[in-house]
């Protein structure tokens, strides 16, 4: 397979009726999902996890498909200092990655439902190596840092109306991603898991902090017995939450600093 047979166009997202096209990275045909490199210089830096500091941050957005809404969200990564930010619900077509490089998405080939995306620093821009949009709800992003590479993986879990066949198959693609990780990776799992966990951590004190709120459902007993398959631990952050007041209504962004 040539170049020209993995590269297509794809639309950035726009208001309805001002879309452009442009012509992305290595694109996933069909539906085989495959690393692609990103358009800008790959990994030209460092990120040396003993000395720098790391924030990773998600963010429910609603929606990107409107005119100016992902400049704002740039201006409330600098605000805030962000490396990384895994976007839920950006609702645009295709996937791939806009030209700056700095934002790149997930989603539906026709349809502006769902769809997950990461937005990027200058610096993270500057040490990505690879990614992977998986589905509209799961994407990955590799990262070039030392002592061992940092592989981020964003994912918008289906809501509690969701079957429990679609529960499966969200946590399946998830687990696919990780055996396609590099086993010395660091590897850090954002999103929004539509999901309570609760505050009691009785028998999941292995992957689970003391901070929660509120009861657990059936959709948080479920994303603990796949963190306790993993091994990953959810630590509730609310001293790190910050309301952020966009023009279009609040949301919730959750921040983690390694």
């Not at 969200?73 to 490396?83: A, G, T």
């Not at 997930?106 to 200058?122: F, K, N, P, Q, Y």
């Not at 969200?170 to 505050?199: C, R, V």
């Amino acid at each position: 397979m040539n170049d020209d047979d993995n590269r297509k166009l794809y639309r950035l997202g726009r208001r309805p009726g001002e879309q452009e096209t442009t012509t992305t990275g290595q694109i996933i045909t069909n539906k085989t999902t495959v690393a692609i490199t990103s358009n800008v210089e790959i990994g030209q830096q460092q990120w040396k996890i003993t000395k720098d500091t790391l924030t990773v941050g998600t963010w429910n957005v609603q929606t990107l498909w409107t005119t100016g809404k992902l400049e704002l969200l740039r201006n409330e990564m600098k605000r805030f200092r962000f490396d990384v930010i895994g976007i839920s619900e950006v609702r645009w077509t295709g996937k791939g990655e806009i030209p700056s490089g700095d934002f790149i998405w997930s989603g539906e080939d026709t349809t502006h439902t769902r769809v997950v995306g990461m937005l990027l620093s200058a610096k993270a821009k500057k040490t990505l190596i690879e990614y992977n949009p998986i589905s509209s709800r799961v994407i990955t992003a590799r990262f070039n840092a030392t002592p061992f590479k940092l592989t981020v993986i964003h994912v918008y879990a289906p809501t509690s109306a969701s079957s429990d066949d679609e529960i499966e198959i969200f946590y399946d693609s998830i687990e696919h991603a990780l055996t396609q990780t590099p086993k010395k990776d660091i590897i850090i799992i954002t999103g929004d898991w539509n999901a309570e966990i609760g505050s009691d951590n009785t028998h999941w004190e292995s992957v689970m902090g003391r901070y929660g709120y509120g009861d657990r459902n059936e959709r948080g007993d479920r994303l603990l017995e796949f963190a306790a398959l993993q091994i990953y631990i959810f630590a509730i952050h609310d001293f790190s939450r910050k309301q952020i007041e966009n023009g279009h209504g609040h949301h919730q962004m959750a921040c983690t600093r390694v």
